[in-house]
């Protein structure tokens, strides 16, 4: 199956030379090839989207959203029909894929109540018989370049927003996973926005530039990997686009000798192998602090207990990892850190599923006493490896996250309310968990990475996504008459003295 490309409301063919299989990472299955679009088909995508934006900055923001809300409703309809799809072409578990599909779905519930979210501000006589009001006005064609691994949360992070907000929009999905948002855009053509608001056109490195570098695309909404995230940014700011670039992670959990042992095990082991460790929020890092040191065996046995396999097995954990490349390259690091002296305690390296032998899949694995210089702790291994470290203090925990260049999220299990405090106040990072292992906030918040996690000012959904697409304009008024009204309210004498 030659999968289209979504320009001008229609699914049509691409005539591109370049094309790639798309396959299940369990089972190497190919189930489409996705184009690397032509120029002349990425231009026809900026023209429908112009177009689109002229009549769409007419539509009231209430008739916007109204459209968002049935949006929103379908995608709840199709929902485990999403998930699936997504399990099939990016290795998820049904569990772990339902979660990314509902995650994008809170973001279109957000954006379906957008128009308070809009509202401006007024203050009457601000100056003499002035009155000044703001309002937020869209701004045009913004373009979106999405990661493989939220194919459906990630996309619904930014186009909802956006076109709730008076925008068109150009989605550049991972030619990893691209079915899972045609599909999106499958639901979003059958709501009847107009043609052209939303485009969906696939490729990689040549694409993404052509709509970095286009001077009718106003914004750029990046996420992907820390070196790609910088060049992103470089690249559209030099073209004069406003941008927010989501990058990597190295996301390190502190724990405290008196945290709830059993629970804090637990969530360590989930949140470092679910999804294969392919999550920008996934603790990569525990930072054993003191006498917690000890926990390491009951670390190890919980991590041992986790089962890699297919989506469709209620038993399995977490999936394969993406692609074979990206299984090489976990597995290479996994040798570099025992080559470099870290404790190898749970190898997964060379783990097969009996279910699928040819899928991209690594046991869970654990490296013990890990120092700053290893490879494990400075690379991003996005892999199902947890490595531990020790430390004497809770403040040489928070000294060794602060001088990591990564700020994306960061968690503490601690029964003391002083010592978590001492953390969240301390900790140069953007998201912080309190005995909650992945902090990624709700809808209604914004992801608020940090640092080396984030390139751009204004962050993805939440109050910060509406500044993002839209821009203010302010208006003074001042009207001259002669009646009594001006009459019966002099200007003040008042002075400051
Ligand atoms: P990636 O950087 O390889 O690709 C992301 C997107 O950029 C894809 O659409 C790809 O086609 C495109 N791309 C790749 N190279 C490019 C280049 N040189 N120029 C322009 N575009 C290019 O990332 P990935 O492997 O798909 O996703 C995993 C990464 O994303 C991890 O590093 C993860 O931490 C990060 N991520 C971050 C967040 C966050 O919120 N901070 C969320 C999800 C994923």
């Not at 320009?7 to 299940?24: C, D, L």
């Not at 679009?37 to 112009?50: K, Y």
């Not at 929103?72 to 072409?89: F, H, I, V, Y």
């Not at 601000?126 to 701004?139: E, F, G, Q, V």
């Amino acid at each position: 199956m030659k999968l289209p490309l979504y320009i001008n409301g229609a699914f049509v063919e691409s005539a591109a030379t370049e094309w790639r299989e798309v396959r299940n990472p369990a089972t190497q299955e190919t189930l489409c090839r996705v184009p690397f679009a032509t120029p002349e088909e990425m231009q026809s995508a900026v023209d429908a989207a112009r177009r689109a934006f002229l009549e769409w900055r007419e539509v009231p923001a209430p008739q916007r959203a109204r459209m968002i809300t049935v949006f929103t409703n379908r995608l709840k309809e199709a929902q485990d029909e999403l998930a699936k799809g997504l399990c099939l072409e990016s290795g998820k578990t049904f569990a772990d894929a339902q979660g990314d599909v509902w995650r994008g779905i809170e973001v279109c519930e957000q954006a379906s109540n957008i128009t308070p979210l809009l509202l401006g501000e007024t203050l009457e006589n601000a100056a003499t018989r002035i009155d000044i009001a703001s309002y937020t006005h869209p701004m045009g064609v913004f373009a979106g370049i999405t990661p493989f691994n939220f194919p459906a949360m990630i996309p619904l992070w930014m186009f909802p927003m956006a076109v709730a907000c008076g925008n068109s929009f150009i989605l550049k999905p991972s030619e990893q996973d691209p079915m899972t948002p045609n599909r999106i855009a499958e639901i979003f053509d059958s709501c009847g926005f107009p043609k052209g608001l939303l485009n969906v056109v696939h490729g990689g490195v040549d694409q993404a530039n052509f709509l970095l570098e286009h001077p009718e695309i106003k914004g750029v909404s990046f996420v992907g990997s820390a070196p790609v995230a910088q060049a992103i940014y470089r690249t559209a700011s030099t073209n004069l686009k406003r941008v927010q670039a989501f990058a990597g992670a190295k996301n390190h959990s502190v724990i405290l000798p008196d945290a709830d042992r059993a629970a804090t095990i637990s969530a360590l082991a989930g949140s470092a192998c679910g999804a294969a460790g392919q999550r920008c929020m996934a603790i990569s890092v525990g930072v054993l602090v003191g006498e917690a040191g000890a926990w390491v065996d009951d670390i190890r046995d919980a991590m041992s207990r986790l089962k890699a396999g297919p989506w469709n097995d209620p038993a399995s954990d977490y999936g394969p990892l993406i692609s074979a490349a990206s299984r090489e390259r976990v597995v290479k690091l996994i040798r570099q850190g025992a080559a470099e002296g870290a404790e190898l305690l749970l190898d997964g390296s060379g783990f097969q599923c009996a279910a699928c032998p040819d899928g991209n899949f690594v046991g869970p694995t654990l490296f013990d006493h890990v120092t700053p210089e290893m490879s494990v702790y400075r690379e991003e291994i996005f892999g199902p490896v947890l490595i531990l470290m020790r430390v004497a203090t809770l403040e040489d925990a928070i000294a060794l996250i602060n001088r990591n260049p990564y700020g994306n999220g960061t968690s503490i299990f601690t029964g003391s309310g002083a010592a978590a405090r001492k953390f969240q106040r301390e900790i140069d990072v953007g998201q912080v968990g309190v005995n909650v292992p992945i902090p990624v906030p709700l809808p209604f918040f914004s992801f608020t990475g940090w640092r080396g996690s984030f390139y751009g000012d204004q962050h993805a959904y939440g109050k910060q996504a509406v500044r993002f697409y839209t821009e203010t304009k302010t208006v003074m008024t001042r009207w001259f008459d002669a009646d009594t009204t001006t009459a019966a309210r002099p200007e003040t004498t008042i002075r400051l003295k």
